[in-house]
Structures are given as structure tokens and as C-alpha cells.
């Protein structure tokens, strides 16, 4: 997660041509909406433009780190090929040469193969040349004299909330600060998205990205989006081989109207597999009004007469709708679990990718069917 975002602020610079006169100017700069830090707290410059990378320290040894790192790839590339030689090391011909001879093979394993010979591969080392461009570190040496500690460093009282942790020093190795004023953001590793395709129909349903900061979902086939919603609203206290009523709210996250029905498990059903209790849903189809955000804010809005039948029907409000079902637990005693499946239409609102024609119908229709599994909590004695 990056808690850091970019803040615009306004602040006034002198004109180049007219010192005297100041001009305002936008300015962006970082801050965290945890701990409130921002960029300039460790005196980070505002930037003229909010996207782009931003100044980061200049550590003073650089130049010897990098030239470590040098020194030491071009170690393991020594040794790699050292590796492939040994593999690729001229085996001994234990063919007698009479009898190669006599088959005429001598001058057919003489002749030179075309584009790589034997000897190229048997001898393979350093590139010419690249021994000389050998990269020489000076070791480190070991210093007598130590930098002397500040006067006051026994008697200036410590300001805890002022110096830094074990663990922020070990986050930061380049600089190590020691006091939290000191503190840079640090690069972060963030997940970004593997490819993914249906098993199936070999559908890509999810492309890599290469910037993990600006993610975007390329295809509009989410099922959270489009499945109704099926959620507890009430329970009641369950008994054994006693029928109760359970209050349950649907709700479709769709902006059309979608209509539901409610279907138990035939007996011998593989889904059916949890179930310990027997559940009674409503006969009838139950129709979700479509999903409408202003609405929700909207008083004066004339609520939709879809005639609900009040056995069925608890409430019904905007998008969301309250049903009862009935529950009567099979066993003595653990938890109570029921399965009824959800039937429900659904429609590809997706842009197309290529144009409707006019003989193309409008969009089609399709019914899905969801299996619910709902626990209800302990049965009571």
C-alpha cells in the first residue's frame, strides 16, 4: 500500500523580468495521510509538475559502491564461463582410426561444420580483450583515528519521538539516518498483475502491467459487479427439527432491473454437499430494481409499485430487497448450514469491440445460476 500522494499548493516567485514583482505558482509536493510527514520536512525541493520522479539523496559513496558491483558481475561472469568450458571440454575419440578410415569417416569429422567449429566450443574463454578492461578495487583499509564524539552527546537529553529505530536505520542502509528528520521515502516493491487466461476458452482475463501505480482493469467482466448480492439481515434462535424464519437482503449491483429466483437442492445434488438443515425459498420471482446512486439522495424520488406479496417481501428499499425463508435444522447439534441455489438474468452491458450492425439484435439475455451456502450460526439447545 503507498500512503504517500501528491499535494498542489500555490506559492509566490519573483519575476524574472521585474524582481520587484511576485507572481503565484503551483507547487506539488509529498505527504503522508498517516503520520502527516510531508517531503518538505527533510527540505525535499516542491516540484513545478505533480507526475514524474522526484529528487532523491546523493550518497557519498556511490562511486565505490558501484564499482564493487562492477568488480564483482564481472567475478561471476568469469566464473560462469569457467562452468561451460568444463561442460563443453573436448571429449576423446575412442573410435579407432582403421576403422573410421575404412568407412571413409575421417575426412566427414575433419570437414569444418558451418557456423560453429569444435574447437570454438572446447575452447571457450573471456572474450579478447576483455582481461585487459579487468576491474582493480582498492581493498578497505582500516582507520586509527576515530571521528571524537560531540561535547554534549552524554548530557543533551533524548527526544525518543526525534531519533530513529533500529528497524528504520536497517530500512535505509545507503544513509542510516539517526534522526527522523532525516527519514526519505524508500522505493517499495509493489504487486502488480500476472497474466491470466480461462482455462477454456484461452480468454486473456487479466494483462500484466508495467507500472504497478496505474493499474488498470482491461476487461469489465468482474462477477462481483453483476451477481446479486445475497447477505443475512436477521437470524433467529435455530432448534432442532423446529422450523424459523430467516430475514435475507438482496441486493443487484447492476443499474437494470434483474430478475431472481430462488431454487432449492434437489435431493443428491453434488453442490449439496454442507447442508444441514432443510430450507423452504420463495416460490415466486423476485424482481431487483436497477442500482441508481442519485436516488439514494433523492427524497422527492417516486418509489417503483412492484405489487411485493407481504409474505415474502420484508422491505424494500432503492436497490435492496428483504426476503424471508424458511429454515428447519436437521441435526442436534453444530452448526447450522443451508444451500438453496439463486437463478438470475444477466446482461453484457460491455462496450463491443467492433460495431452492432443493424442486424444484430439488442443485447441477449443470459440466465445464470449461483449456488449460495449460508451459515447461520450454532443451534441452540
Same mark, same amino acid.
Given at each position: 500500500m503507498h500512503t504517500l500522494s501528491t499535494r498542489a499548493t500555490s506559492i509566490s516567485t519573483q519575476l524574472p523580468d521585474d524582481p520587484a514583482k511576485t507572481t503565484m505558482k503551483k507547487a506539488y509536493y509529498l505527504a503522508c495521510g498517516f503520520c502527516r510527514w510531508t517531503s518538505r520536512d527533510v527540505g525535499m525541493a516542491d516540484k513545478s509538475v505533480a507526475s514524474g520522479g522526484w529528487q532523491e539523496?546523493? #550518497?557519498? /559513496?556511490?562511486?565505490?559502491?558501484?564499482?564493487?558491483?562492477?568488480y564483482y558481475q564481472q567475478l561471476a561472469q568469469k566464473e560462469k564461463v569457467e562452468r561451460d568450458r568444463k561442460k563443453l571440454a573436448r571429449r576423446r575419440n575412442y573410435m579407432p582410426l582403421a576403422f573410421s578410415d575404412k568407412y571413409g569417416l575421417g575426412t566427414r569429422l575433419q570437414r569444418p561444420r558451418a557456423g560453429a567449429s569444435i574447437s570454438t566450443l572446447a575452447g571457450l574463454s573471456l572474450k579478447e580483450g576483455e582481461d585487459q578492461k579487468e576491474i582493480k578495487i582498492e581493498p578497505a583499509q582500516a582507520v586509527d583515528e576515530v571521528e571524537p564524539l560531540p561535547e554534549d552527546y552524554y548530557t543533551r537529553p533524548v527526544n525518543l519521538t526525534e531519533v530513529t529505530t533500529l528497524q528504520q536505520r536497517l530500512l535505509? +542502509?545507503?544513509?542510516?539516518?539517526?534522526?527522523?528528520?532525516?527519514?526519505? $521515502?524508500?522505493?517499495? /516493491?509493489? !504487486?502488480?498483475?500476472?497474466? !491470466?487466461?480461462?482455462?477454456?476458452?484461452?480468454?486473456?482475463?487479466?494483462? +500484466? @502491467?508495467? #507500472?504497478?501505480?496505474?493499474?488498470?482493469f482491461k476487461i469489465q467482466l468482474v462477477a462481483v459487479n453483476y451477481i446479486p448480492e445475497v447477505r443475512i439481515m436477521s437470524i433467529p434462535n435455530l432448534r432442532y427439527m423446529k422450523e424459523s424464519q430467516v430475514l435475507l437482503t438482496l441486493? #443487484? $449491483?447492476? @443499474? #437494470?432491473?434483474? /430478475?431472481?429466483? !430462488?431454487?432449492?437442492c434437489e435431493e443428491g445434488d453434488p453442490d449439496d454437499i454442507n447442508s444441514t438443515a432443510k430450507v423452504v425459498v420463495p416460490p415466486k420471482e423476485l424482481v431487483?430494481?436497477?442500482?441508481?446512486?442519485?436516488? @439514494?439522495?433523492?427524497?422527492?424520488?417516486e418509489p417503483q409499485d412492484f405489487q411485493d406479496d407481504p409474505d415474502i417481501i420484508a422491505f424494500r428499499k432503492a436497490n435492496k430487497v428483504g426476503i424471508f425463508i424458511k429454515v428447519t435444522p436437521q441435526r442436534e447439534e453444530g452448526e447450522v448450514t443451508v444451500c438453496f441455489k439463486m437463478k438470475h438474468d444477466f446482461k453484457n452491458l460491455a462496450a463491443p469491440i467492433r460495431p452492432i450492425e443493424e442486424s444484430d439484435q439488442g443485447t441477449e439475455v443470459i440466465w445464470l445460476t449461483q449456488l449460495v451456502e449460508l451459515s447461520l450460526g450454532p443451534l441452540l439447545p
Open positions: 539523496p546523493e #550518497n557519498p /559513496h556511490t562511486q565505490r559502491m558501484n564499482k564493487l558491483i562492477e535505509q +542502509p545507503d544513509f542510516q539516518p539517526v534522526c527522523a528528520s532525516q527519514l526519505y $521515502p524508500r522505493h517499495k /516493491h509493489l !504487486l502488480i498483475k500476472r497474466s !491470466l487466461r480461462c482455462r477454456k476458452c484461452e480468454h486473456n482475463l487479466s494483462k +500484466p @502491467e508495467f #507500472n504497478p501505480t496505474s493499474i488498470k441486493t #443487484n $449491483p447492476v @443499474e #437494470n432491473l434483474t /430478475h431472481v429466483t !430462488l431454487l432449492e431487483l430494481a436497477g442500482k441508481d446512486a442519485a436516488a @439514494e439522495y433523492d427524497e422527492l424520488a
